[in-house]
């Protein structure tokens, strides 16, 4: 599971992006740094200086086989966010191919691609997707190229039916956009763009959009509280004439409201998932699903573990797959914050909200990554 809430809108900044990674504590992950993935090597088998020195800048999922990411960004300012979608099923015919493709790979292919004249274009690599969509379990996956004055965004969703909208963010106070789908369906995501997203009046507050794991335009519970936390916050932000640095920390406390879980449906409402202990057995509850059905619930074995966790910076974190007599600790493992402003300025954080320690015992995270760097834009 995860989360994410980002404004286009805010004066003199082209991005400002906040986004959770809920996870298994013990699923192997490379922490956010300068990469290729697997860069190409040239006819002599030597990786050019390009790619030698990192064109992406995320975390890897080495729990995949494929080593996708479910967040980054490239020095072209090419940013994607993946979640996983839950409760919202397949509209028949559609469903997964048994043995469904890695849905890290979605957004790793859209980093991975070389600075070239062919960079991939936000709708073009989208809509290569659409269609084959159908065959993996359920996504969101939203891209951002901004490298130049214009931003392009891409939305592209598998549940209940694929479908692709494109969000243009012209200079008026409202926004276009334009919906692609494979099949019919009630899935109306036009209001995506029905919302302001860019104002010429600087007086008026960033429109700030979240992102989690139900379809856009089915957003739960805290993908609507924390769009409005956002909103506050940056208002809050400019009205002190901040720093960037204050930015970032005030990003980081909009994603730290959180709620005990006790059952499935908490995790609709509680932005950070706090340590907890699978597994999860479906009951039949009074209390209705997302999509109105009881079969959808489930309670939590050991709800919300309210332990103290000191960090232990001097022990480093578990990098490899828990034994299966451990606990499977489940949680908040990073929180990401990403500023890009008009000139290209950029400033990437990730930091760690809870880990595993060497003996497999969860703690909060010690640690953090911090990195700038000038981007390239165009006119």
């Not at 286009?8 to 490379?30: H, M, V, W």
């Not at 828990?322 to 990073?334: H, I, L, M, V």
Request: proline fraction near 9%; charge should be negative.
């Amino acid at each position: 599971m995860c989360i994410a809430f980002f404004t286009l809108s805010q004066p003199g900044y082209k991005l400002i992006l906040a986004s959770n990674r809920d996870e298994f504590l013990a699923r192997p992950t490379s922490p956010a740094k300068w990469h290729n993935f697997s860069a190409p090597r040239n006819d002599n088998h030597v990786v050019d200086q390009v790619h030698e020195a990192g064109l992406v800048l995320s975390g890897i999922d080495k729990g995949a086989k494929d080593g996708g990411t479910w967040l980054g960004m490239t020095k072209d300012l090419r940013v994607g966010i993946l979640t996983n979608v839950r409760h919202t099923q397949p509209t028949p015919p559609i469903k997964p191919s048994t043995n469904p493709p890695s849905r890290g790979l979605l957004l790793k292919n859209f980093l991975a691609a070389p600075p070239t004249s062919k960079l991939p274009v936000v709708h073009e690599y989208l809509s290569t997707h659409l269609d084959p969509s159908a065959e993996y379990e359920g996504f969101n996956l939203l891209l951002f190229s901004l490298s130049k004055s214009q931003a392009e965004v891409g939305y592209l969703t598998n549940r209940p039916v694929p479908c692709l909208t494109d969000l243009h963010i012209p200079s008026s106070s409202s926004s276009l956009a334009h919906e692609t789908q494979s099949a019919k369906s009630n899935n109306d995501s036009s209001h995506i763009g029905s919302r302001d997203i860019e104002s010429d009046d600087h007086h008026l507050p960033a429109e700030c959009f979240g992102l989690s794991n139900s379809p856009m335009n089915q957003p739960w519970p805290k993908v609507i509280q924390g769009e409005q936390r956002m909103v506050d916050t940056l208002k809050e932000w400019s009205k002190n004439d901040e720093s960037d640095k204050e930015l970032v920390e005030r990003m980081f406390a909009v994603l730290s409201h959180n709620v005990p879980i006790h059952k499935d449906l908490d995790m609709m409402s509680s932005t950070t998932i706090p340590l907890f202990n699978f597994p999860i057995r479906p009951v039949q509850s009074e209390e209705k699903g997302i999509n109105g059905n009881d079969k959808n619930e489930s309670i939590i074995h050991n709800p919300t573990i309210p332990v103290d966790l000191p960090p232990n910076p001097t022990t480093p974190a578990i990098t490899t797959i828990q034994p299966e007599d451990k606990p499977r600790w489940y949680g908040t493992r990073t929180s990401t914050i990403i500023i890009v402003k008009d000139n290209g300025e950029t400033i990437f954080v990730e930091r760690d909200i809870l880990e595993l320690d060497e003996n497999g015992n969860p703690r909060k995270g010690s640690d953090e990554r911090w990195v700038e760097f000038q981007a390239e834009t165009k006119a």
